[in-house]
């Protein structure tokens, strides 16, 4: 059992490490970002416009979210407006390649851990676009489209920290449980432990 489990966890850190260190699929998840970005918080109408753009100030890894509240923009888009840069790396891929890396390393069979290889990204990807949800409606205080008081603020804010450096590395986690594991593996796995002693 303790050699399943130290093989499985050298698997997942060289899995892990290697998803992490090449540049093209963190850059590959940068598009996407965007794009689900978009598609989830751009509307044409109401009051919050959000864009999401590439910083023109930080690594290719970050993303700048610009929100801005039309009612109070100029008629040639000029106005108020809240920047929020956010390392799409750390916050979106992070989570996305630590979910694949505990899948690859997992003593699952092959069938299953492709079925959570092809719906578990999905539910990983729903889990950080939430906190983005979260982290918008907080920084939209900051142009006058939510209104808090200073109390409810400060805790917001704090939420939103506590959220995007916990949450999104424990969402991965709960979503490779809930895909990958039957109730029937542990007593599987003791009695192999079992046999192979």
């Known amino acids: 059992m303790i050699s399943s489990v130290l093989r499985f966890l050298a698997a997942f850190v060289v899995i892990f490490i290697v998803l992490m260190m ?28 959000v864009s999401f753009l590439k910083s023109p100030d930080k690594s290719a890894t970050f993303c700048r979210i610009e929100i801005a509240n039309r009612a109070r923009l100029n008629p040639d888009g000029s106005g108020l407006v809240r920047n929020v840069d956010f390392d799409v790396r750390g916050f979106g891929w992070k989570p996305m390649a630590l979910f694949i890396a505990l899948v690859l390393a997992s003593p699952l069979p092959w069938k299953r851990r492709l079925v959570a290889l092809c719906w578990g990204p999905l539910w990983v990807q729903a889990a950080v676009m939430g906190l983005l949800a979260f982290a918008i409606w907080n920084e939209s205080s900051e142009i006058g489209l939510v209104t808090m008081s200073p109390f409810w603020k400060s805790l917001a804010a704090e939420c939103q920290h506590n959220f995007i450096a916990h949450f999104s590395l424990a969402a991965p986690v709960v979503v490779w449980l809930l895909m990958t594991f039957r109730t029937g593996d542990l007593a599987v796995w003791q009695q192999a432990a079992r046999n192979g002693s």
């Open 22 to 49: 090449l540049p093209w699929p963190g850059l590959a998840y940068m598009a996407v970002f965007r794009t689900v970005g978009t598609w989830c918080f751009s509307r044409d109408e109401g009051q919050r416009e």
